[in-house]
């Protein structure tokens, strides 16, 4: 891509700002295209992908490919075992597994895996990452945005859904990796909510890491979908096409945090089950009667009781 079109596409991220940020935006661009890329986002799983793709295939032609990856047999046996899906019995096999689980749960964790291992990888030398609370925090809203999208009644054919709840926070990990002083500055900082986080990343470094995220993602070609509701997951209103997808990542980042399921990386309180239902995201999706919302998004938050023991057999 070149800077005009890097420009053209993003010059919405320049917020006005109280302060000049400390990097000139070509060099914010220029150390962002020199991120390594994600892997997993361009080859998650081929042969297990052709698989899905393949209503007839067997569970059988599953678990042989599964059992290829020790670490994603591992989580799937764990996830499927764990309270969350209430069995009686131990299921002890992949090939039970698969059977039980479905083919969108066992896609769901293929992408899920890679996608974890990768951004572990790009951002390990920070040490300001706890990454087990952010690795759960990533799948909870993986699956927290595929939830809200269904029960709107905005259900993605594809995984659409479940991988822009699991990079809505990939600015973080290329943050960490490609601008580690200013990372750990905001890091060092307590914020009273999240437009307070998102003011303070505009004022160091231009844009905020929804745009740096975005960015990165459409740098290594992930379709304009995901980075669409990627860049704005914190501003659905002002997404061009797909205001619902980014929406649902924002309520699901939200839930996320409300139901206590990690805070993703910086220090801020969560937000209130009205604050939620009150919020331009919500009106978006379930519209402008309040009274819908709340019948709508009140069982959410309970149905995410169980979703920690989930999320934690597979880290």
């Known amino acids: 891509m070149s800077d005009s079109e890097a420009e053209l596409k993003f010059r919405d991220y320049n917020q006005t700002r109280m302060h000049a940020p400390l990097l000139q935006e070509a060099e914010l661009r220029r150390r962002i295209e020199g991120c390594p890329r994600l892997a997993s986002l361009r080859s998650i ?8 793709r393949d209503r007839h295939s067997q569970a059988a032609e599953f678990a042989e490919i599964i059992a ?5 047999t591992a989580r799937l046996l764990r996830m499927v075992n764990s309270v969350y899906f209430g069995l ?5 096999t992949i090939e039970d597994a698969v059977l039980y689980l479905g083919l969108r749960q066992v896609r769901s964790l293929a ?9 572990s990888v790009l951002g390990g030398s920070s040490a300001r990452i706890p ?12 699956f927290t945005t ?6 709107a009644d905005f259900p993605e054919e594809d995984d659409t859904d479940y991988i822009i709840g699991l990079l809505q926070n990939v600015g973080k990990v290329v943050m960490a990796k490609v601008l580690p002083a200013e990372f750990n500055q905001l890091q060092s900082t307590e914020f009273e909510s999240e437009a307070h986080v998102i003011d303070a990343e505009r004022d160091l470094l231009g844009w905020d890491h929804a745009a740096i995220g975005a960015y ?7 379709p304009a979908a995901i980075v669409e509701a990627v860049r704005f997951h914190h501003s659905p209103s002002h997404a061009p096409d797909l205001r619902q997808l980014a929406a649902a990542a924002n309520l699901a980042d939200g839930y996320v945090r409300l ?13 209130g089950e009205a604050d939620l239902i009150d919020s331009p995201a919500a009106a978006l999706i379930w519209g402008q009667d309040r009274a819908t919302r709340i019948a709508q998004m009140h069982p959410l938050l309970g149905g995410m009781k169980r979703l920690p023991e989930m999320v934690n057999a597979l880290l």
């Open 131 to 142: 990454w087990r609370e952010f690795c759960l925090h990533t799948l909870a809203c993986a």
């Open 146 to 151: 595929r939830d809200i999208l269904s029960l």
């Open 216 to 222: 990165y993602l459409e740098v290594h070609k992930i």
């Open 111 to 119: 992408l899920a895996t890679p996608v974890l291992e990768d951004m």
């Open 68 to 72: 290829r990856d020790s670490s994603l």
């Open 259 to 271: 139901a206590g399921l990690g805070s993703g990386v910086e220090r801020r309180p969560p937000p």
């Open 88 to 92: 009686d019995s131990q299921v002890g």
């Open 45 to 52: 799983h081929g042969a297990l992908g052709s698989l899905l």
